[in-house]
């Protein structure tokens, strides 16, 4: 059974629609990014999926449980985007707070409380009122509130915005640790190279629709595109094998071809290995998460994705 | 339930933070301070009785609508008096003495005046006074004491005794200190003192009239409105509100602890100042008046009131200025409403109001919170718990009973479910709401 499941999920507000149908099924234990361009409908999704805004249409699904049902939220936890904590708080009763409110007793959180705010590097700050806390404190706050009762999902939107590199780090850290732990972490952002570190499975969304999902390694490997590599001079041959494939490109000892399927690939290799030049190398063409997610917003709505 | 003792506690620490409460703390031990500070000591019965009776020559006319003191030129003095203390675990205490009036000439004056005053007839001009039988006599001696919200009075008229005119008269009363004079008040813990020219009731009555209704009914409701509007639209700033919504919570139930921690906020500064004051009045005058006490709660309820349509305007409009106004306003015009209602019932009398203006005002004095009527139970139970059933009604009778009688239980019913509507209407708007 998917930890969070949506299922032609639609959100309208009053003059926009936020979500167009979007189904997902995040399963335990996985890192799930969602990207999109601003105002693509990522807020909205998790949102929805916590009972703070409610669905036009579609159905929602927390731990098993329909969204909106408090129980369903008891083992979630959650980072907001542009949370703003009350700043009568320190972190300390902040901690003290949140973590009441998801039932923990007073025994729990007198454990639990000093070990979090060690582990978001907030201890020197513990005890003054968040008004005095920079951005990026606020923001190692956040984390701990949104991991105070040891969550069994996390949503976290936006969680490195804010942060210094050192702190992304750390946090990239505290994901993949949760992971170990077989924590399910459904991860909202922009910084793709981010989500590409430590993310098993993107969904990319544009316009309130989901317009490609997959884990990463295969969406990151271009389809039909190779590397090869020689051991002799390839140039006077290129003219020939631009015959054979789709795109051919010249890079350094040797090509990168577009082929149309295994076969012609083949064809490719043997034309060379016939021209007595030995292939040294072949590697799949690798892409940036970037690309494809600029390749994905740029193509129609209708066109196929992979 | 642990979840919603965080939120009171949230509320808390939220007001600590603001210093607001502290204020009001300091401002409540001010004013139990300035109550501490007045003591009372009691006179002797003779000249106690003596000033009592001292301005029986005055008289009330009528002209019209208005009244006007008319004085004459006789002088009532008493002497021979023995105190009989009350029987068997009774309070009260009973005076038996002799009131004298004298001249005799200018006393029958006064009396045919009062009678005349009570009929509406026109004054008695002219030397040639008419002689008021014994009867009118005493029962004008007794009306001088019920004015003085003393109701147990027994006159019987004694031969005169050359130039005036001698009675015998019994007084019983629940206690000395409903006589007028009766103590020497002392303020600024002794650094003045007098003869108290009302009586210590009256007196009281009029110093926690002014705690329970101005201070705090006024001015530390105002504070309270403003400081606790903020609570509600604090919790729902976009950024904020995620962060609990998030958590395994039941909006209408956080509504609701929220709407629960406003109203604590007030409940500590109402205990303390009324509670104080109470105690520190009651130890002074050797006199507990749990009229006044109770009043604490008639405070509470107006609060509770107001504070439920303050949630319901934070949910709609999310701005604690919003919420201040509005609530302020409708504080206003209910109250407002209660006086005009009033004041059109008791004109009634010899001014037909046209019908729809009646009910249009009872319409309105039912739907909305009814801070008036809230404020006069409380200024009756004062007066009550100070004078006694009996003499209090005289009192309001004395001082205009041209409003309509507080009625108790139509006014805690309909509190109490304008409470509920706001409450639910705040809940439905906030559940349903997408933040
Ligand atoms: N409360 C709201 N009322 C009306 N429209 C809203 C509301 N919240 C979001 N929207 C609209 O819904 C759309 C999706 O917004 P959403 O916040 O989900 O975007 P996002 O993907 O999180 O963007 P970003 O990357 O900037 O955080 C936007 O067009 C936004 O204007
Ligand atoms: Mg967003």
């Not at chain 2, 006393?107 to 039988?133: I, M, N, T, Y």
Request: net charge neutral; charged share 25%; with cysteine.
């Amino acid at each position: 059974m998917p930890v969070i499941e949506t299922r032609g999920l639609v959100k309208h507000y009053r003059n926009v629609q936020a979500l167009k149908g979007v189904s997902v099924a995040v399963e335990a234990g996985e890192i799930y990014g969602l990207l999109g361009r601003n105002g693509a409908g990522k807020t909205t999704m998790v949102k929805i999926l916590l009972g703070i805004a409610h669905r036009t249409a579609g159905e929602a699904f927390l731990l098993g449980r329909p969204v909106g049902d408090p129980a369903a939220r008891a083992r979630v936890g959650f980072l907001p985007e542009d949370h703003r904590f009350p700043d009568y708080h320190t972190a300390e009763s902040a901690l003290d707070f949140y973590a009441s409110l998801s039932g923990m007793s007073r025994r729990d959180r007198r454990a639990r409380i000093p070990e979090m705010i060690e582990r978001v590097g907030l201890k020197e700050a513990a005890r003054r009122k968040i008004r005095t806390y920079s951005k990026g404190m606020k923001q190692r706050l956040g984390l701990g509130q949104a991991m105070i009762h040891d969550p069994d999902v996390l949503f976290l939107d936006e969680p490195t915005d804010g942060v210094d590199p050192v702190g992304r780090k750390q946090i990239r850290d505290v994901l993949v640790d949760l992971k170990s732990r077989g924590k399910t972490i459904f991860l909202n952002s922009h910084l793709l190279s981010e989500v590409e570190l430590v993310s098993d499975r993107v969904a990319i969304l544009e316009l309130g629709l989901l317009r490609r999902e997959g884990d990463v390694p295969s969406m990151t490997t271009a389809k039909d595109v190779y590397e090869l590599r020689f051991d002799g001079r390839i140039d006077p041959l290129l003219p020939e094998i631009q015959k054979r494939v789709r795109g051919l490109r010249r890079i350094d000892q040797g090509i990168e071809v577009d082929v149309d399927g295994r076969d012609a690939l083949n064809g490719v290799i043997d034309f060379v290995r016939d021209r007595g030049i030995g292939l040294v190398g072949l590697t799949p063409k690798k892409q940036t998460l970037e690309d494809v997610f600029l390749q994905t917003i740029d193509s129609p709505p209708g066109a196929p994705t992979s | 339930m642990r979840r919603y003792a965080a939120v009171l506690k949230d509320s808390l620490v939220e007001t600590l933070d603001r210093k607001s409460l502290t204020f009001l703390l300091a401002v409540s031990a001010f004013i139990i301070l300035l109550c501490a500070s007045v003591g009372y000591r009691e006179l002797d019965a003779e000249g106690t009785l003596r000033h009592l009776v001292r301005h029986f020559n005055t008289v009330a006319t009528f002209r019209g609508m208005n009244a006007r003191a008319t004085r004459f030129d006789v002088h009532f003095d008493v002497s021979d008096v023995r105190e009989v203390v009350g029987g068997e675990g009774d309070s009260s205490v009973e005076y038996e003495c002799t009131l004298t009036a004298a001249p005799v000439k200018e006393f029958h004056r006064c009396v045919l005046a009062w009678q005349a005053a009570k009929s509406e007839e026109s004054r008695v001009e002219g030397d040639s006074v008419p002689e008021p039988g014994p009867e009118a006599e005493e029962s004008f001696v007794q009306a001088k004491f019920r004015e003085r919200f003393i109701p147990r009075v027994t006159v019987r008229g004694k031969s005169a005794e050359g130039d005036a005119r001698a009675f015998d008269v019994r007084i019983r009363t629940s206690r000395r200190a409903v006589l007028e004079g009766s103590h020497e008040i002392s303020v600024l813990f002794g650094a003045w003192s007098t003869r108290l020219p009302t009586s210590v009731a009256v007196f009281l009555i009029g110093v926690e009239v002014l705690v329970a209704e101005y201070i705090a009914g006024i001015f530390g409701l105002l504070i309270a409105i403003v400081f606790t509007a903020g609570f509600v639209p604090a919790m729902l700033q976009k950024g904020t509100l995620d962060l609990v919504l998030a958590r395994p919570i039941r909006r209408p139930g956080l509504l609701l602890t929220k709407y629960v921690g406003g109203f604590l906020y007030i409940v500590f500064p109402a205990v303390l100042l009324i509670g104080g004051c109470w105690l520190i009045l009651s130890w002074r005058a050797d006199f507990f008046n749990f009229g006044f006490l109770a009043s604490i709660g008639l405070l509470l309820a107006t609060f509770a009131l107001l504070h439920s349509f303050s949630v319901l305007c934070g949910v709609l409009f999310r701005s604690s200025i919003a919420s201040i106004m509005m609530t302020v306003g409708l504080w206003g015009v209910s109250w407002l409403v209660g006086v005009v209602r009033d004041g059109v019932h008791a004109f009634q009398v010899d001014w037909a109001a046209p019908g729809a203006l009646v009910k249009a005002l009872d319409a309105l004095h039912l739907i909305l919170p009814k801070t008036r009527d809230l404020g006069r139970a409380a200024v009756e139970l004062i007066a009550r718990g100070n004078l006694g059933a009996e003499a209090s009604t005289m009192m309001a009778q004395q001082a205009g009973a041209e409003a309509l009688p507080v009625q108790w239980g139509s006014c805690i019913a309909s509190s109490a479910l304008f409470v509920a509507v706001m409450l639910t209407a705040a809940c439905w708007v906030f559940s349903r709401r997408d933040y």
